[in-house]
């Protein structure tokens, strides 16, 4: 793989003063955003067929693949067709674990040549394993939701796999199209095929019942109210806001100072455990911009509807990757990843989590770390939040009831709860930025001094002499009433008909 020359744009980027990957990447993205509100207002499925939106969609996909990445993205069309054609000729009994093995495969293969081959100076160069981590993913659901629709034992199925499953492969049309479609081509949202395909033929506007029975008259009127325009303003607004912190802040708090000799020597370790968190904030702008960017390139092309809530506004939150009050004002580390990455959270549970049997959590976990990378960072964080996870728990049920006797106690809990969960992400994550092996070391030993690896495995030890709290029924019953109310009710899931994202209750791989 070569990496992409981008002498073309060098030129014009160097005259408007930024970094060339940082014009590829938002120049393919206000494209979309053209194109996707053009085809909502000119391709709609009640004036075109499904086939010219499946073509639409796929070729301005492939020509934005292209611009924005150049050769490397004949990476992610090998990918495509060999899956493909796996998927094809494959016994169905054993077409999904084939498939997923292929596509992962080929994406780690990716991930190591990045990891071990590209020159450092150019390591953080915009290249073609983003797409290829959204398209792994995609390719991996479809071959499971085959499966489960056709040889899947019905009685055993999750509800998730029961939303998603389908009963016939692809047509090459629908599978590319899906694969490639222009609004997730740079930078995602992942969607699954069976919300695709019901949004390229329409039936996605259609009348569907909601668990409390309520109908949804969801229905293509061309009115206000359904239009995705406030929808779309608000995550535009969502990632100017960010990408003005990220351009102002990051700068100023780079992550890589988290594991320099020099400013851990001269700076305290209370000094140094605010900038780590701060820090990590102003990493996770970035995601926030793409995120938020992504999903409103997919609403405004029409993508992304999930009904009406309680209230009778419709939700444009089908494909929502993120949610940054949720994550900001996260008060547990479950709450905290309820609402990060949700898509690929979902997909984790569907590839991983609901069929294998044993080691669900640490498997579901270390499949996350190989498909982000090849870094020892990814494996430092992963792995390590396995263990976190199991710690939140035990914790939670033990030291919890001590503090909902009162309304006071319920509120310094969650300012407490608030306060360690991100401290808590915060060092947990920081090898996700740093990535290498060295760094990472010294981020955790001399910076550190693995004061939460010290918590966290003591914990497992310390928890079980807690004795349980004595509590009622009245006081344990504040909890349906606290701050963490928001989190259960139906109008706010992010996945349809509320079948996969009853977010308390949502998975295990998710922390508590």
Known sequence: MDVKDDGVLRPVAEKLGVPT??????????????????????????KVGVTVRHIVAMTI????????????????VAQSVLCYIAMMLLPQSVMHIGVFGLALTYLVTLHLYRAFMIPEDILYSIDVSGPLMIVTEKISSLAC????????????????????????????????????????????????????IAYVDGTDISKRPEENGVQNNNVYSGSNKFSPFYAVTYKLSVALFWMGFHFTMKPIFPEILNCDPEFIRNNSFLYR?????????????????????????????????????????????????????????????????????????VWLRLVCYDRIPVMKKFATFFLSAMWHGCYPGYYFTFIFANFVSESARNARKKIRPYFQRTRNLQVFYDVLTWLCTHIVISYLVVPF??????????????????????????SFF??????????????????????????????????????????????GIKMD
């Open 21 to 46: 990957d940082m014009l590829i990447f938002f120049g393919g993205e206000a494209f979309c955003l053209v194109c996707a509100i053009l085809y909502y207002k000119y391709l709609p499925p009640s």
């Open 61 to 76: 996909g492939v020509s934005v693949g292209f611009f924005s990445f150049g050769m490397q993205f004949n990476h992610v």
């Open 145 to 196: 939701s085959i499966y489960d629709g056709r040889q899947g034992n019905k009685d055993k199925l999750s509800d998730l796999q029961k939303r998603y499953m389908i009963s016939k492969p692809p047509s090459a049309l629908e599978y590319f199209s899906y694969l490639f479609y222009f609004q997730g081509v740079v930078v995602g949202p992942l969607s699954f095929y069976k919300d695709y």
């Open 273 to 345: 455990f605010w900038y780590m968190i701060f820090s990590m904030l102003c990493c996770r702008a970035k995601y926030y911009v793409a995120f938020s960017l992504g999903d409103a390139i997919c609403n405004a092309s029409g993508f992304g509807f999930n009904g009406y809530d309680c209230k009778g506004q419709p939700k444009w939150n089908l494909v929502t990757n993120v949610n940054v009050l949720g994550i900001e004002g996260a008060t547990s580390p479950k709450m905290y990843l309820d609402n990060w990455n949700i898509q690929t959270a």
């Open 433 to 458: 930025t740093i990535l290498h092996l060295g760094q990472t070391l010294t981020f955790y030993t001399y910076n550190m001094y693995g004061c939460l690896h010290v918590v966290v495995f003591a």
């Open 462 to 507: 310390i928890l079980p002499f807690i004795p349980a709290a004595q509590s009622d029924n009245k006081n344990m019953s504040l909890k349906s009433n606290g701050t963490n109310s928001r989190h259960t009710v139906e109008c706010n899931n992010h996945l349809p008909d509320g079948t996969a994202n009853k977010s308390a209750k949502s998975n």
